[in-house]
Protein backbone atom coordinates (compact mmCIF):
# COMPACT_ATOMS: atom_id res chain seq x y z
CA UNK A 1 0.00 0.00 0.00
CA UNK A 2 1.36 3.61 -0.75
CA UNK A 3 -0.01 6.82 -0.07
CA UNK A 4 -2.05 7.15 -3.07
CA UNK A 5 -4.23 4.18 -2.09
CA UNK A 6 -4.66 4.95 1.56
CA UNK A 7 -6.09 8.26 0.78
CA UNK A 8 -8.23 6.16 -1.89
CA UNK A 9 -9.62 3.52 0.67
CA UNK A 10 -10.50 6.61 2.57
CA UNK A 11 -12.59 8.04 0.71
CA UNK A 12 -13.90 4.78 -0.38
CA UNK A 13 -14.85 3.62 2.82
CA UNK A 14 -16.01 7.19 3.99
CA UNK A 15 -13.33 7.01 6.72
CA UNK A 16 -13.06 10.16 8.92
CA UNK A 17 -10.73 9.96 11.83
CA UNK A 18 -7.44 8.09 11.69
CA UNK A 19 -5.38 6.32 14.42
CA UNK A 20 -1.78 6.73 14.03
CA UNK A 21 -0.30 4.05 16.61
CA UNK A 22 2.92 3.05 18.34
CA UNK A 23 3.97 1.02 21.12
CA UNK A 24 5.95 2.54 24.63
CA UNK A 25 8.64 0.27 26.56
CA UNK A 26 6.50 -1.85 28.12
CA UNK A 27 4.12 -2.93 25.20
CA UNK A 28 1.15 -1.20 26.13
CA UNK A 29 -0.33 0.62 22.74
CA UNK A 30 -0.55 4.36 21.75
CA UNK A 31 -2.21 6.18 19.68
CA UNK A 32 -2.97 9.70 18.11
CA UNK A 33 -6.40 10.08 16.50
CA UNK A 34 -6.48 13.13 13.41
CA UNK A 35 -9.01 13.91 11.13
CA UNK A 36 -8.77 12.34 7.63
CA UNK A 37 -8.10 16.18 6.33
CA UNK A 38 -4.46 15.50 8.04
CA UNK A 39 -3.69 12.23 6.72
CA UNK A 40 -1.80 13.49 4.00
CA UNK A 41 0.66 15.13 6.19
CA UNK A 42 0.98 12.46 8.43
CA UNK A 43 1.89 10.12 5.62
CA UNK A 44 4.78 12.65 4.34
CA UNK A 45 6.08 11.95 8.77
CA UNK A 46 5.41 15.66 9.27
CA UNK A 47 2.98 15.07 12.15
CA UNK A 48 4.94 15.57 16.02
CA UNK A 49 4.08 14.57 19.29
CA UNK A 50 5.36 14.92 22.86
CA UNK A 51 7.67 12.16 23.28
CA UNK A 52 8.33 13.39 27.33
CA UNK A 53 4.72 11.56 28.03
CA UNK A 54 5.31 8.31 26.92
CA UNK A 55 6.38 5.37 29.18
CA UNK A 56 10.47 5.18 28.85
CA UNK A 57 10.63 7.19 25.58
CA UNK A 58 12.68 10.52 26.18
CA UNK A 59 13.25 13.47 28.75
CA UNK A 60 10.80 16.82 28.71
CA UNK A 61 13.63 18.94 27.19
CA UNK A 62 14.06 16.75 24.33
CA UNK A 63 10.27 15.94 23.75
CA UNK A 64 9.52 16.62 19.95
CA UNK A 65 9.06 13.71 18.22
CA UNK A 66 7.81 12.70 14.63
CA UNK A 67 5.36 9.94 13.60
CA UNK A 68 6.24 8.05 10.74
CA UNK A 69 3.16 5.68 9.32
CA UNK A 70 4.08 2.37 8.37
CA UNK A 71 1.75 2.57 4.68
CA UNK A 72 1.57 -1.15 5.17
CA UNK A 73 -0.11 -1.38 8.34
CA UNK A 74 -3.43 0.84 7.40
CA UNK A 75 -6.19 -0.76 7.93
CA UNK A 76 -10.01 -0.02 8.51
CA UNK A 77 -11.07 -0.85 12.07
CA UNK A 78 -14.36 -3.19 11.64
CA UNK A 79 -15.84 -2.57 15.66
CA UNK A 80 -16.27 1.13 14.76
CA UNK A 81 -19.54 1.13 12.74
CA UNK A 82 -20.39 3.03 9.82
CA UNK A 83 -22.50 6.27 11.61
CA UNK A 84 -23.05 9.65 10.41
CA UNK A 85 -19.55 10.55 11.77
CA UNK A 86 -17.80 8.14 9.59
CA UNK A 87 -15.33 5.50 10.00
CA UNK A 88 -11.82 5.02 11.44
CA UNK A 89 -8.95 3.85 10.32
CA UNK A 90 -5.30 3.02 11.88
CA UNK A 91 -1.87 2.83 10.50
CA UNK A 92 1.04 1.87 13.05
CA UNK A 93 3.64 4.23 12.71
CA UNK A 94 7.85 4.51 13.31
CA UNK A 95 9.22 7.06 16.16
CA UNK A 96 11.61 9.53 14.79
CA UNK A 97 13.68 12.36 16.77
CA UNK A 98 13.66 15.85 15.68
CA UNK A 99 16.58 15.45 13.62
CA UNK A 100 14.76 12.98 10.86
CA UNK A 101 16.75 10.07 12.95
CA UNK A 102 15.40 6.74 14.28
CA UNK A 103 14.52 6.69 17.72
CA UNK A 104 16.51 4.02 19.34
CA UNK A 105 13.57 3.82 22.55
CA UNK A 106 10.89 2.18 19.99
CA UNK A 107 10.24 -0.91 20.43
CA UNK A 108 9.19 -1.11 16.51
CA UNK A 109 12.92 -0.21 16.17
CA UNK A 110 14.72 -2.44 18.39
CA UNK A 111 13.35 -5.19 16.07
CA UNK A 112 13.72 -3.92 12.60
CA UNK A 113 17.40 -3.31 13.61
CA UNK A 114 17.79 -7.31 14.67
CA UNK A 115 15.68 -7.96 11.71
CA UNK A 116 18.25 -5.78 9.82
CA UNK A 117 21.25 -8.05 11.40
CA UNK A 118 19.74 -10.84 10.45
CA UNK A 119 19.43 -9.82 6.81
CA UNK A 120 22.70 -9.20 6.64
CA UNK A 121 23.43 -12.59 7.23
CA UNK A 122 21.01 -13.65 4.60
CA UNK A 123 18.28 -14.62 7.14
CA UNK A 124 14.68 -13.44 7.04
CA UNK A 125 12.52 -14.62 10.40
CA UNK A 126 9.05 -15.86 10.09
CA UNK A 127 6.99 -16.44 13.59
CA UNK A 128 3.67 -17.94 14.57
CA UNK A 129 2.26 -16.66 17.76
CA UNK A 130 0.04 -19.06 20.48
CA UNK A 131 -1.46 -16.12 22.76
CA UNK A 132 -3.90 -17.35 25.11
CA UNK A 133 -6.35 -15.00 27.38
CA UNK A 134 -8.88 -15.35 29.73
CA UNK A 135 -12.53 -13.89 29.60
CA UNK A 136 -14.22 -13.06 32.85
CA UNK A 137 -17.67 -12.00 34.22
CA UNK A 138 -18.22 -7.99 34.89
CA UNK A 139 -19.82 -6.85 37.36
CA UNK A 140 -22.76 -4.51 38.35
CA UNK A 141 -20.97 -1.61 38.01
CA UNK A 142 -18.91 -2.62 34.67
CA UNK A 143 -15.67 -3.52 36.45
CA UNK A 144 -13.89 -6.75 35.66
CA UNK A 145 -13.90 -9.95 37.67
CA UNK A 146 -12.29 -13.40 38.66
CA UNK A 147 -15.67 -15.07 37.80
CA UNK A 148 -15.74 -16.93 34.39
CA UNK A 149 -18.83 -17.32 32.34
CA UNK A 150 -17.90 -21.30 32.08
CA UNK A 151 -16.20 -24.21 33.94
CA UNK A 152 -14.92 -25.91 30.45
CA UNK A 153 -11.60 -26.86 29.67
CA UNK A 154 -9.34 -28.34 26.63
CA UNK A 155 -11.29 -28.39 23.70
CA UNK A 156 -14.71 -28.38 25.54
CA UNK A 157 -17.44 -27.47 23.00
CA UNK A 158 -20.75 -25.95 24.17
CA UNK A 159 -22.57 -25.55 26.11
CA UNK A 160 -20.10 -26.53 28.39
CA UNK A 161 -17.64 -23.68 26.48
CA UNK A 162 -19.62 -20.55 26.82
CA UNK A 163 -17.52 -18.28 25.28
CA UNK A 164 -18.20 -19.90 21.95
CA UNK A 165 -19.78 -17.33 20.32
CA UNK A 166 -17.44 -14.35 21.65
CA UNK A 167 -14.82 -16.23 20.29
CA UNK A 168 -16.70 -17.12 17.03
CA UNK A 169 -17.45 -13.02 16.74
CA UNK A 170 -13.22 -12.70 17.73
CA UNK A 171 -12.28 -14.98 14.70
CA UNK A 172 -14.20 -12.92 12.08
CA UNK A 173 -13.16 -9.21 13.34
CA UNK A 174 -9.87 -10.68 12.88
CA UNK A 175 -10.52 -11.66 9.56
CA UNK A 176 -11.78 -8.77 8.36
CA UNK A 177 -8.36 -7.11 9.79
CA UNK A 178 -6.35 -9.20 7.77
CA UNK A 179 -5.20 -12.30 10.05
CA UNK A 180 -5.49 -15.91 8.51
CA UNK A 181 -6.56 -18.34 11.83
CA UNK A 182 -5.63 -21.43 12.12
CA UNK A 183 -7.66 -22.31 15.13
CA UNK A 184 -9.79 -21.40 17.70
CA UNK A 185 -10.37 -23.23 20.93
CA UNK A 186 -11.36 -23.63 24.74
CA UNK A 187 -8.17 -23.94 26.49
CA UNK A 188 -7.35 -25.79 30.11
CA UNK A 189 -8.10 -23.67 32.67
CA UNK A 190 -12.25 -22.52 33.19
CA UNK A 191 -12.68 -19.08 31.04
CA UNK A 192 -9.44 -19.64 29.17
CA UNK A 193 -9.35 -19.35 25.36
CA UNK A 194 -6.33 -19.56 22.21
CA UNK A 195 -6.68 -18.00 18.99
CA UNK A 196 -3.53 -18.87 16.67
CA UNK A 197 -2.98 -17.13 13.72
CA UNK A 198 -1.03 -18.10 10.80
CA UNK A 199 2.84 -17.35 10.72
CA UNK A 200 4.65 -14.42 8.28
CA UNK A 201 7.45 -12.37 9.14
CA UNK A 202 8.37 -11.17 12.57
CA UNK A 203 7.96 -7.60 12.58
CA UNK A 204 4.39 -8.39 11.06
CA UNK A 205 3.55 -10.49 13.26
CA UNK A 206 4.80 -8.40 16.12
CA UNK A 207 1.94 -5.79 14.87
CA UNK A 208 -0.38 -8.59 14.56
CA UNK A 209 0.05 -10.02 18.37
CA UNK A 210 -0.54 -5.63 19.22
CA UNK A 211 -4.03 -5.54 16.95
CA UNK A 212 -4.86 -9.01 18.32
CA UNK A 213 -4.87 -7.07 21.63
CA UNK A 214 -6.81 -4.78 21.08
CA UNK A 215 -9.23 -6.65 18.98
CA UNK A 216 -10.21 -9.43 21.79
CA UNK A 217 -10.84 -7.11 23.88
CA UNK A 218 -12.78 -4.73 22.23
CA UNK A 219 -14.95 -8.10 20.94
CA UNK A 220 -15.09 -9.50 24.71
CA UNK A 221 -16.22 -6.17 25.89
CA UNK A 222 -19.46 -6.06 23.32
CA UNK A 223 -19.89 -9.56 25.01
CA UNK A 224 -20.30 -8.35 28.60
CA UNK A 225 -17.07 -10.04 29.06
CA UNK A 226 -13.43 -8.84 30.14
CA UNK A 227 -10.34 -10.22 28.55
CA UNK A 228 -7.03 -10.25 29.89
CA UNK A 229 -3.91 -11.05 28.95
CA UNK A 230 -2.65 -11.25 32.64
CA UNK A 231 -0.38 -14.05 32.83
CA UNK A 232 -1.73 -15.69 35.98
CA UNK A 233 -4.86 -14.47 36.84
CA UNK A 234 -6.57 -17.04 39.56
CA UNK A 235 -4.16 -18.93 41.62
CA UNK A 236 -4.93 -23.27 41.19
CA UNK A 237 -5.27 -23.17 37.79
CA UNK A 238 -3.53 -22.92 34.88
CA UNK A 239 -1.64 -19.82 33.36
CA UNK A 240 -1.76 -17.89 29.57
CA UNK A 241 1.14 -18.24 27.46
CA UNK A 242 2.05 -16.98 24.27
CA UNK A 243 4.28 -19.78 22.32
CA UNK A 244 6.35 -18.50 19.93
CA UNK A 245 7.01 -20.90 16.38
CA UNK A 246 10.40 -19.31 15.22
CA UNK A 247 11.90 -20.59 11.58
CA UNK A 248 14.71 -18.48 9.70
CA UNK A 249 14.47 -18.82 6.08
CA UNK A 250 17.17 -18.13 3.09
CA UNK A 251 15.86 -17.23 -0.06
CA UNK A 252 12.48 -18.87 0.39
CA UNK A 253 13.74 -22.17 1.49
CA UNK A 254 13.08 -22.70 5.42
CA UNK A 255 17.16 -23.87 6.85
CA UNK A 256 16.24 -25.36 9.72
CA UNK A 257 15.08 -28.20 7.53
CA UNK A 258 17.78 -30.80 6.70
CA UNK A 259 16.56 -33.59 4.97
CA UNK A 260 19.85 -35.58 5.17
CA UNK A 261 19.63 -35.78 9.19
CA UNK A 262 17.81 -38.58 10.70
CA UNK A 263 15.84 -35.70 13.01
CA UNK A 264 15.51 -33.80 9.85
CA UNK A 265 17.08 -30.33 12.01
CA UNK A 266 19.89 -28.36 10.45
CA UNK A 267 23.17 -27.36 12.05
CA UNK A 268 21.94 -23.43 11.69
CA UNK A 269 18.88 -25.06 13.69
CA UNK A 270 20.64 -26.44 16.21
CA UNK A 271 22.86 -23.80 17.26
CA UNK A 272 19.69 -21.01 16.94
CA UNK A 273 18.42 -23.44 20.10
CA UNK A 274 21.78 -22.86 21.12
CA UNK A 275 21.85 -19.35 21.51
CA UNK A 276 18.68 -19.06 23.27
CA UNK A 277 18.85 -21.84 25.66
CA UNK A 278 22.48 -20.09 26.73
CA UNK A 279 20.92 -16.73 26.64
CA UNK A 280 17.13 -17.64 27.99
CA UNK A 281 17.28 -16.33 31.80
CA UNK A 282 18.39 -13.17 30.95
CA UNK A 283 15.67 -13.30 28.09
CA UNK A 284 13.46 -14.01 30.29
CA UNK A 285 12.51 -10.37 31.62
CA UNK A 286 11.90 -9.25 28.60
CA UNK A 287 9.50 -12.55 27.59
CA UNK A 288 8.18 -12.67 30.69
CA UNK A 289 8.07 -9.05 31.98
CA UNK A 290 5.71 -8.75 35.10
CA UNK A 291 5.60 -10.00 38.62
CA UNK A 292 2.85 -11.54 37.41
CA UNK A 293 4.32 -13.82 35.30
CA UNK A 294 6.59 -15.86 37.54
CA UNK A 295 3.24 -17.31 38.88
CA UNK A 296 2.56 -19.18 35.54
CA UNK A 297 6.15 -20.00 35.53
CA UNK A 298 5.79 -22.82 38.04
CA UNK A 299 5.50 -26.82 37.49
CA UNK A 300 2.41 -28.45 37.59
CA UNK A 301 0.64 -26.08 35.06
CA UNK A 302 2.67 -27.52 31.59
CA UNK A 303 4.31 -23.77 31.79
CA UNK A 304 8.04 -24.07 30.76
CA UNK A 305 10.26 -23.61 33.78
CA UNK A 306 13.41 -25.69 32.86
CA UNK A 307 16.06 -24.75 30.51
CA UNK A 308 16.39 -27.74 28.14
CA UNK A 309 15.01 -28.26 24.59
CA UNK A 310 12.76 -31.68 23.24
CA UNK A 311 11.29 -32.84 19.96
CA UNK A 312 8.10 -34.16 21.73
CA UNK A 313 8.48 -33.39 25.41
CA UNK A 314 6.41 -30.27 26.44
CA UNK A 315 8.14 -29.66 29.78
CA UNK A 316 11.45 -28.44 28.64
CA UNK A 317 11.82 -24.18 27.64
CA UNK A 318 12.01 -25.19 23.65
CA UNK A 319 10.40 -27.65 21.93
CA UNK A 320 9.77 -29.10 18.15
CA UNK A 321 6.96 -29.70 16.59
CA UNK A 322 6.56 -32.74 14.26
CA UNK A 323 6.26 -31.24 11.16
CA UNK A 324 9.63 -30.82 8.67
CA UNK A 325 9.87 -29.22 5.07
CA UNK A 326 9.05 -25.65 4.96
CA UNK A 327 7.25 -26.05 8.34
CA UNK A 328 10.38 -26.90 10.42
CA UNK A 329 10.42 -24.77 13.56
CA UNK A 330 10.84 -24.56 16.93
CA UNK A 331 8.28 -23.29 19.41
CA UNK A 332 9.91 -21.38 22.54
CA UNK A 333 7.51 -21.30 25.81
CA UNK A 334 7.85 -18.91 28.06
CA UNK A 335 6.53 -16.18 26.17
CA UNK A 336 3.59 -14.69 27.94
CA UNK A 337 0.76 -12.37 26.41
CA UNK A 338 2.16 -9.63 28.56
CA UNK A 339 5.48 -8.74 26.74
CA UNK A 340 6.22 -6.22 24.17
CA UNK A 341 6.26 -8.50 21.10
CA UNK A 342 9.05 -6.41 19.25
CA UNK A 343 11.44 -6.84 21.74
CA UNK A 344 10.13 -10.48 22.64
CA UNK A 345 11.31 -11.27 19.10
CA UNK A 346 14.14 -9.07 19.05
CA UNK A 347 16.08 -10.79 21.78
CA UNK A 348 14.90 -14.06 20.96
CA UNK A 349 16.44 -13.70 17.43
CA UNK A 350 19.86 -11.74 18.52
CA UNK A 351 20.25 -14.26 20.97
CA UNK A 352 19.50 -17.19 18.24
CA UNK A 353 22.17 -15.12 15.49
CA UNK A 354 24.68 -15.16 18.38
CA UNK A 355 24.12 -19.38 18.66
CA UNK A 356 24.91 -19.56 14.67
CA UNK A 357 27.45 -16.49 14.62
CA UNK A 358 29.38 -18.84 17.41
CA UNK A 359 28.40 -22.36 16.79
CA UNK A 360 26.77 -22.89 20.21
CA UNK A 361 25.75 -26.13 20.45
CA UNK A 362 23.07 -27.19 22.64
CA UNK A 363 22.88 -30.50 25.10
CA UNK A 364 21.27 -33.21 24.44
CA UNK A 365 17.66 -33.42 23.75
CA UNK A 366 15.71 -34.53 26.98
CA UNK A 367 12.33 -36.36 26.32
CA UNK A 368 11.15 -37.45 29.91
CA UNK A 369 9.28 -35.48 31.92
CA UNK A 370 11.00 -33.19 33.60
CA UNK A 371 8.96 -31.68 36.10
CA UNK A 372 8.87 -35.73 37.57
CA UNK A 373 12.89 -35.27 37.92
CA UNK A 374 14.63 -34.85 41.14
CA UNK A 375 16.91 -31.93 41.64
CA UNK A 376 20.04 -34.20 41.62
CA UNK A 377 19.18 -35.58 38.54
CA UNK A 378 18.47 -32.40 36.65
CA UNK A 379 21.98 -31.01 37.90
CA UNK A 380 22.77 -34.24 36.43
CA UNK A 381 21.83 -34.02 33.35
CA UNK A 382 22.70 -30.00 33.45
CA UNK A 383 19.27 -28.53 33.25
CA UNK A 384 19.00 -24.98 35.19
CA UNK A 385 15.98 -23.02 35.88
CA UNK A 386 14.02 -19.98 34.58
CA UNK A 387 14.42 -17.11 36.99
CA UNK A 388 12.01 -17.71 39.82
CA UNK A 389 10.52 -14.13 40.13
CA UNK A 390 10.92 -10.54 38.06
CA UNK A 391 14.23 -9.29 40.19
CA UNK A 392 16.44 -12.50 39.48
CA UNK A 393 15.54 -12.20 35.78
CA UNK A 394 16.34 -8.60 35.74
CA UNK A 395 19.53 -9.41 37.66
CA UNK A 396 20.38 -12.25 35.05
CA UNK A 397 19.74 -9.35 32.42
CA UNK A 398 21.77 -7.32 33.74
CA UNK A 399 24.44 -9.23 33.43
CA UNK A 400 24.05 -10.63 29.53
CA UNK A 401 25.63 -8.32 27.07
CA UNK A 402 24.35 -9.60 23.94
CA UNK A 403 21.00 -9.06 24.98
CA UNK A 404 21.56 -5.41 26.24
CA UNK A 405 23.14 -5.42 23.23
CA UNK A 406 20.02 -6.08 21.55
CA UNK A 407 18.14 -3.68 23.50
CA UNK A 408 20.58 -0.70 23.43
CA UNK A 409 21.31 1.62 26.15
CA UNK A 410 18.36 3.65 25.75
CA UNK A 411 15.54 0.84 25.79
CA UNK A 412 17.75 -1.39 28.64
CA UNK A 413 18.38 1.42 31.17
CA UNK A 414 14.42 2.29 30.89
CA UNK A 415 13.00 -0.86 31.23
CA UNK A 416 15.15 -2.04 33.66
CA UNK A 417 14.25 1.44 35.41
CA UNK A 418 10.33 0.76 34.78
CA UNK A 419 10.80 -2.95 36.05
CA UNK A 420 12.77 -2.20 39.15
CA UNK A 421 10.24 0.22 39.88
CA UNK A 422 7.57 -2.28 39.48
CA UNK A 423 8.87 -5.05 41.52
CA UNK A 424 9.96 -3.02 44.51
CA UNK A 425 6.25 -2.00 45.34
CA UNK A 426 5.36 -5.21 44.76
CA UNK A 427 7.60 -6.28 47.57
CA UNK A 428 6.80 -3.66 49.65
CA UNK A 429 3.07 -4.33 49.72
CA UNK A 430 1.18 -6.48 52.59
CA UNK A 431 -1.12 -9.60 50.73
CA UNK A 432 -4.18 -11.27 51.71
CA UNK A 433 -2.29 -14.73 51.88
CA UNK A 434 0.51 -12.92 54.35
CA UNK A 435 -2.18 -12.08 56.65
CA UNK A 436 -4.16 -15.26 56.67
CA UNK A 437 -0.89 -16.93 57.16
CA UNK A 438 0.55 -14.55 59.51
CA UNK A 439 -1.75 -12.93 61.75
CA UNK A 440 -3.14 -15.03 64.32
CA UNK A 441 0.04 -17.35 64.45
CA UNK A 442 2.57 -14.66 65.54
Given at each position: ??????????????????????????????????T???????????????????????????????????????????W??????????R???????????????????????T??E????????????????????????????LK?N?????F??????K??????D?????????????????????????????????????D??????V??????????????????????????????????F????????????????????????????????????????????????????????????????????????????????????????S??????????????????????????P?E???Y?????????????????N?????????????????????????????????????????????????????
Amino acid sequence: MDKEYIIKKCKEENVKFIRLQFTDIVGVFKAISITVDQLEKALDGELMFDGSSIEGFVRIEESDMYLKPDPDTFTVLPWNSLTSAGKTARIICDIYNYDDTPFEGSPRYILQKTLREAAEMGYTMQVGPEPEFFLFNLDENGQPTLKTNDKASYFDLPPVDKGEEARRDMVEVLQTLGFEIEAAHHEVAPGQHEIDFKYTDALKTADNIMTFRVAIRIVAQNHGLHATFMPKPVFGIAGSGMHMHCSLFRDGENIFYDDSREDGLSDTCRYFIGGVLKRARAICAITNPTVNSYKRLVPGYEAPVYIAWSYKNRSPLIRIPARRGIGTRIEVRNPDPSCNPYLGLAVILKAGLHGIKNQIAPPEPVEQNIYEMDLATRKQQGISSLPENLYEALDELSKDEIIKEALGQHVYSRFVAAKMKEWENYSSRVYDWEIEEYLAKF
